[in-house]
Each structure stands twice: as structure tokens, then as C-alpha cells.
């Protein structure tokens, strides 16, 4: 088993930023791809943007691209969601997850807990 527990979130007007942490533990050698999502009440939960820890591959969200980024520590073993010139619709509970699979489309295995991201107008 994977656990991951994000944090980060929180309050920002418009225009600004934050960054999302998560870090996992567990059975994390387990763990090839790792990414973000989102879900806002009433929705489909969305992808976000995803990294390949061997290769550092990354994929970005048409909506996000260029304003959000997924770097990663592996001396901190954290992955991170660097998110700049926030709108109000990037409002959500984001989510961090782990998938055993090395591809960007692969379906994910483990899910943290979420956090909420609140953006004002």
C-alpha cells in the first residue's frame, strides 16, 4: 500500500499562486507515475497534469498547461503542483495520486486525501 497526504492548499485572489506538496509512504517503490487532479462538487473528477518518476515525462491539462507545473524533489521524495496565475475556476478539491504503472494515461492506484483550493475573484 501507498499512502500519500497532500497539503498546500488554501485562499488566493485571482492572478496569484500556490504550490500543492504531496508526499508518499508506504510501499513507494511500487509508485512509476504520480499526478494531480481535481473535482468541484457536482463534477467528474479531472485530471490535472502527471510526471513518470524515471523519466520526469510530464503532461499537462489543456486548461492548465502553461500555468502549472509538477516539479518533484526526489531528496525530499515529495511531488509538488506549482500552480501561477490561479483563476477563479481553478477552484477545487485537488488530489494527489500514484499509479504502479509507467504511462501517463495509466490508471491510478492509490489517492490522498485532497485539499481544497479556493480562488477569488
Known amino acids: 500500500q501507498v499512502q500519500l497526504v497532500e497539503s498546500g492548499g488554501g485562499l488566493v485572489q485571482a492572478g496569484g499562486s500556490l504550490r500543492l506538496s504531496c508526499v508518499p509512504s508506504g510501499r513507494t517503490n511500487s509508485v512509476q507515475t504520480m499526478g494531480w487532479f481535481r473535482q468541484v462538487p457536482g463534477k467528474e473528477r479531472e485530471f490535472v497534469a502527471s510526471?513518470?518518476?524515471?523519466?520526469?515525462?510530464?503532461y499537462y491539462a489543456d486548461s492548465v498547461r502553461g500555468r502549472f507545473t509538477i516539479p518533484k524533489d526526489n531528496a525530499r521524495a515529495t511531488l509538488y503542483l506549482e500552480m501561477n496565475s490561479l483563476k477563479p475556476e481553478d477552484t477545487a478539491v485537488y488530489y494527489c495520486?500514484?499509479?504502479?504503472?509507467?504511462?501517463?494515461?495509466?490508471?491510478?492506484?492509490?489517492w490522498g486525501q485532497g485539499t481544497q483550493v479556493t480562488v477569488s475573484s
Open positions: 495520486a500514484a499509479s504502479q504503472l509507467l504511462a501517463i494515461g495509466a490508471p491510478y492506484d492509490y
Open positions: 510526471i513518470t518518476l524515471s523519466g520526469g515525462d510530464t
